[in-house]
Nanobody, 112 residues
Framework: VQLQASGGGLVQAGGSLRLSCTVSGSISNFGTLAWYRQAPGKWRELVAFVRRDGSASYADPAKGRFTISRDNPKNTVYLQMNSLKPEDTAVYYC???????WGQGTLVTVSS
């Protein structure tokens, strides 16, 4: 089973993007799923996670701006990102929480 992130791109500061994480297989096989990011020259960090029941938790930089959600019938996890800042520039990954094998991420670039 793989988790494939998509939806990244170039956006101006203050703009929005929605990332998608498609599960090849059944999302019901997973418990908690998460989005992570890695900015240039920095360690990979947790952004947010969503539990099987749909409840979510956020890292401080994401609180109030990002929303994580899971659509079980579509086998997809989303990350809605609003009020983007240049410091949100990073490669974003989806994975289980705790993380297992890493797949390809999707690049988000926020211009000032």
């Amino acid at each position: 089973v793989q988790l494939q992130a998509s939806g990244g791109g170039l956006v101006q500061a203050g703009g929005s993007l929605r990332l998608s994480c498609t599960v090849s297989g059944s999302i019901s096989n997973f418990g908690t799923l998460a989005w992570y990011r890695q900015a240039p020259g920095k360690w990979r960090e947790l952004v947010a996670f969503v539990r099987r029941d749909g409840s979510a938790s956020y890292a401080d930089p994401a609180k109030g701006r990002f929303t994580i959600s899971r659509d079980n019938p579509k086998n997809t996890v989303y990350l809605q990102m609003n009020s983007l800042k240049p410091e949100d520039t990073a490669v974003y990954y989806c994975n289980e929480y705790p993380a297992r094998t890493w797949g390809q991420g999707t690049l988000v670039t926020v211009s000032s």
